[in-house]
Nanobody
């Protein structure tokens, strides 16, 4: 069974940092793009960042560019990370990890999702 499991969420003050992790089990995602999306209460799920299968190509939403960094484990490539610095209250959301055959900023492009991890940034 293919599973994506996120971890690392929590409560942090504005200006602080968190590092999210997403581990894939059940199959290898080394050739798959992996991405992070987030969903705040009452809002649609929105793109945060993606990384290509070989890790050479990354892309970020304008709202997080320069503050967030996506990376993946260099050996297995089955774990992806999201380093979040200079966090703002508007970053508060449930963060979801996803994987797909190619990279996209559209949630509908992906068919495998984790259960999500809550990130709360207090002002």
């Amino acid at each position: 069974q293919v599973r994506l499991v996120e971890s690392g969420g929590g409560l942090v003050q504005a200006g602080g940092s968190l590092r999210l992790s997403c581990s894939a089990t059940g199959r290898t995602f080394s050739n798959f793009a992996m991405a992070w999306f987030r969903q705040a209460p009452g809002k649609e799920r929105e793109f945060v960042a993606f990384i290509s299968g070989n890790g050479d190509w990354t892309h970020y939403a304008d709202s997080v560019k320069g503050r967030f960094t996506i990376s993946r484990d260099t050996s297995s490539k089955n774990t992806v990370y999201l380093q979040m610095d200079s966090l703002k209250p508007e970053d508060t959301a449930v963060y979801y990890c996803t994987a797909g055959a190619s990279a996209s900023i559209f949630a509908s492009h992906y068919d495998t999702w984790g259960q999500g991890t809550q990130v709360t940034v207090s002002s």
